[in-house]
């Protein structure tokens, strides 16, 4: 794609916020750093370049309000939105003058410019597919063999074969010094997406498909339609707040800034 036809495409960060967390509550409104831990992901995804914008789409006025609060953009979402897939595709069908939407998840407070940068020029570059998305070396067996780090293989063209929360490429021999190995040969997946609109909303529409109800992985469904997901590759992951450890060392972190 010539330079000049990529940097026409529209793009808007879409960041999916549901109130309710079931290993920490409520934890989008968790403000113990002075501020919601929404507005740490807000802000962070407003430092990414070439983007038309950031907008939190949310199930709950009380994060809504707290979006507003801050100054930033926020749209209501139907309670029927079974994730932050449907969530973004609902942001989508009133805005059919994006081009690209970018779904960045509400918890990981330091999702790096860089992260967002890359998934919006694979699609601008690639017009031949309609999902991209990003993974990261893994170099530790614990990691690896952790059902909570989801893993990706690529094809050479760095198309993704298959997603898993297995151990993934099953390497006969051992793993051990395979996790050194330059280049990487294990990648964590990271919960980043960016979808052309059409796309994006046939996606929304489908059911979910076989696979992905085995691993509970959404990405699952997409290739199962028979569709591609370009993977960058970035050097290192966000830290996502799942529990209130990883809040607790958020705020130590931010409190030594």
């Given at each position: 794609m010539k330079p000049e036809l990529a940097l026409s495409l529209s793009s808007l960060v879409v960041i999916p916020a549901r109130l309710h967390?079931?290993?920490?509550?409520?934890?989008?409104?968790?403000?113990?750093?002075?501020?919601?831990?929404?507005?740490?992901?807000?802000?962070?995804?407003?430092?990414?370049?070439?983007?038309?914008?950031?907008?939190?789409?949310?199930?709950?006025?009380?994060?809504?309000?707290?979006?507003?609060?801050?100054?930033?953009?926020?749209?209501?979402?139907?309670?029927?939105?079974?994730?932050?897939?449907?969530?973004?595709?609902?942001?989508?069908?009133?805005?059919?003058?994006?081009?690209?939407?970018?779904?960045?998840?509400?918890?990981?407070?330091?999702?790096?410019?860089?992260?967002?940068?890359t998934v919006r020029r694979l699609l601008e570059l690639n017009p031949e597919v309609s999902m991209a998305t990003l993974g990261t070396p893994i170099r530790s067996l614990e990691k690896l063999q952790d059902p909570a780090c989801v893993k990706v293989v690529c094809a050479e063209n760095g198309r993704a074969l298959y997603f898993s929360r297995s151990p993934i490429p099953h390497v006969r021999d051992g793993f051990d010094e395979m996790l050194s190995a330059e280049p990487a040969v294990f990648y964590q997946h990271l919960g980043i997406y960016a979808y052309r609109r059409d796309f994006l909303l046939k996606l929304a529409t489908a059911p979910p498909s076989p696979l992905e109800q085995l691993e509970k992985l959404e990405q699952l469904r997409v290739l199962e339609m028979g569709e591609p997901i370009l993977v960058g590759k970035i050097a290192e992951p966000s830290i996502g707040i799942d529990t209130p450890s990883d809040y607790a060392a958020f705020v130590r972190k931010m409190s030594n800034c």
């Open positions: 967390s079931s290993r920490l509550p409520e934890k989008l409104l968790l403000a113990e750093t002075g501020k919601p831990l929404i507005q740490h992901t807000y802000e962070a995804a407003c430092l990414a370049r070439g983007t038309d914008g950031v907008v939190v789409a949310t199930d709950h006025d009380t994060i809504c309000q707290a979006v507003q609060g801050f100054g930033g953009e926020a749209v209501m979402t139907s309670e029927t939105c079974a994730s932050g897939t449907d969530r973004v595709a609902e942001v989508a069908r009133s805005r059919p003058d994006v081009d690209i939407f970018i779904n960045v998840q509400g918890d990981e407070p330091e999702i790096s410019a860089e992260a967002i940068e």
